[in-house]
Every structure is written in structure tokens, then in C-alpha cells.
């Protein structure tokens, strides 16, 4: 059974950092991409930045606007996402999710496997 788990949410305030992990088990397959998206309350979930573990590749949306970092995470078996200079827009909840092959989705219908999500934050 596939499994993902996010850690790492909490209460920040603006302009602070904060690094949140995704924990994968399960999952037979060294080719994949993981992603990173959020859904705040009332809006749709956007997605926010991907990994492909076989090309070691990055993508980010604009939704991460050059603050935030997408890394791998090998003793996890997941990727961190490391988020600097956070703002109040940035509060949602943050879910990871994985598929298989190289190429990097941002859109949320090709992952077929989520996370609970973890929520952040953002104080003014």
C-alpha cells in the first residue's frame, strides 16, 4: 500500500522559514515525481513544486515565487520543501503527492497517490 505522510506544519510569522517533509513507503518505483501542492480555505488546491527522482529535475509554479526550495530527502524516502520569507498568502494546507514517471505535473488529476496534508500557518 502506498503511503504518503506530511510533517513539518505549524504557526509561523510572516517572513519567517519553515521546512515541511513528505514521507513516502510503499511506493515500488525509483522513477517517480513527487509534488507539492496547497489548498487554502475557499480556493482550489494549486499546485506548488515537483521532484522527478530518476532526472533529479525541479519545477516550481509561481505559486512558490522563488522563496521556496523542493529537495530530496533519501533517508525519508520523500522530498522537504524548505519555504523562506513566508507571508500570510502562503497559509493553506500543504499536501504531497506522488506518481510515476519522469515528467514533471503540476496539475493535480495526474497524481494518483496523496497525503493527509499538514497546515501552515502564516501570521501577520
Known amino acids: 500500500e502506498v503511503q504518503l505522510v506530511e510533517s513539518g506544519g505549524g504557526l509561523v510569522q510572516a517572513g519567517e522559514s519553515l521546512t515541511i517533509s513528505c514521507t513516502v513507503s510503499?511506493?515500488?518505483?525509483?522513477?517517480?515525481?513527487i509534488g507539492w501542492f496547497r489548498q487554502a480555505p475557499g480556493k482550489e488546491r494549486e499546485g506548488v513544486s515537483f521532484f522527478s527522482n530518476i532526472r533529479k529535475q525541479t519545477l516550481y509554479t509561481s505559486s512558490a515565487n522563488g522563496r521556496f526550495t523542493i529537495s530530496s530527502a533519501h533517508a525519508k524516502n520523500g522530498v522537504d520543501l524548505q519555504m523562506d520569507s513566508l507571508k500570510p498568502e502562503d497559509t493553506a494546507v500543504y499536501y504531497c503527492?506522488?506518481?510515476?514517471?519522469?515528467?514533471?505535473?503540476?496539475?493535480?488529476?495526474?497524481?494518483?497517490?496523496w497525503g493527509r496534508g499538514t497546515q501552515v500557518t502564516v501570521s501577520s
Open positions: 510503499g511506493f515500488g518505483d525509483d522513477d517517480y515525481v
Open positions: 503527492a506522488i506518481r510515476s514517471g519522469p515528467i514533471l505535473y503540476a496539475d493535480s488529476r495526474m497524481y494518483p497517490y
